[in-house]
């Protein structure tokens, strides 16, 4: 039996009990159920006192922290997403290339990619994206949750209020940015720009033309106008972006999250307004 020890060092007498003075410690072997024996007693002591702690902070399924050395490790289940939402070409590609840290989807590249795959998802929407229409919401979300990561930048999703709160329990949003341009010069901005088929660079005939004309400066692909590029198409584009998408600004300037972009200033001046958002918010 374990004495009962008395003194300013109860702890110290116990572990003397156990490690020099029990008498199987000082056989040259034991059996292994014996070390168990000797050490149960002092395991339930430890148990005992590291309950009250389980049972005030028990663990959350889902969530881990690993400690290690000064550096904690986190998972959790749910991304962390910043959002831009705004009409085609109102400079949300160009302010994601300039965003570090975290991975860029792009609805419109997504679907652009599975189209020159010639997957089923991309011919069923080719029609569609050359009309100007809106993709069906089952077909966008299944693709851009495919693409998920711990940190994203989602540009040109959510476009409806029911993609937004399918996405709520998706992801946790930071951020929501809101590009807002005139019709009239975004109609000007589109027609006059001019894409790279092979490395994807993106030019504008009046604002950032290439350096030879009609020809990619990385490597010297002729440059082609997109399908959906043409103002008939535009036009179209931002009547159903106004019907469908507006309502997006209201959803979440409700909750908090939504900052709003002139989209006709310097775009270095509007990273300048998006990093501080980001990265200075209490």
């Known amino acids: 039996m374990i004495p009962i020890v008395y003194g300013e ?40 006192c590291w309950l009250p702690t389980l049972v005030k902070n028990p663990p959350q399924p889902g969530k881990y922290v690993l400690s290690i050395g000064q550096e904690t490790m986190k998972k959790d289940p749910h991304p962390n997403a910043v959002v831009f939402i705004g009409p085609p070409g109102s400079g949300k590609g160009t302010q994601a290339e300039k965003l570090k840290g975290f991975q860029h989807i792009s609805t419109g590249d997504l679907l652009r990619a599975e189209i020159q795959k010639q997957t089923p998802l991309g011919l069923s ?16 979300s299944s693709l851009i949750e495919s693409h998920f ?53 993106v030019y504008n005939l009046v604002s950032k033309p290439p350096l030879k004309a009609l020809t990619c400066d990385k490597c010297t692909t002729p440059l082609i106008q997109r ?16 019907l469908e998408t507006a309502p997006l600004i209201e959803f979440y300037d409700k909750k908090g999250v939504l900052t709003k972009l002139d989209a006709s200033k310097d775009p270095d001046e509007i990273m300048h307004l998006i990093q501080d958002k980001i990265f200075k918010r209490v």
């Open 227 to 242: 399908a959906d590029d043409v103002e008939e198409v535009i036009r179209n584009r931002m009547r159903v972006y106004q």
């Open 9 to 48: 060092r109860p702890f110290t007498e116990i572990y003397k009990y156990f490690s020099f003075r029990h008498k199987s410690f000082r056989r040259k072997t034991f059996a292994p159920q014996q070390l168990f024996l000797n050490f149960a007693p002092f395991l339930g002591i430890l148990f005992f």
């Open 125 to 140: 929407c080719k029609e569609k994206i050359e009309k100007g229409e809106m993709v069906p919401d089952s077909l966008i």
């Open 149 to 201: 990561s711990p940190k994203i930048l989602l540009d040109g999703y959510p476009r409806t209020v029911v993609q937004a709160e399918w996405l709520q329990d998706k992801v946790h949003i930071s951020q929501v940015f809101f590009f807002d341009v005139d019709v009239e010069k975004l109609v000007h901005r589109l027609t006059n720009r001019r894409v790279c088929p092979s490395c994807k660079s």
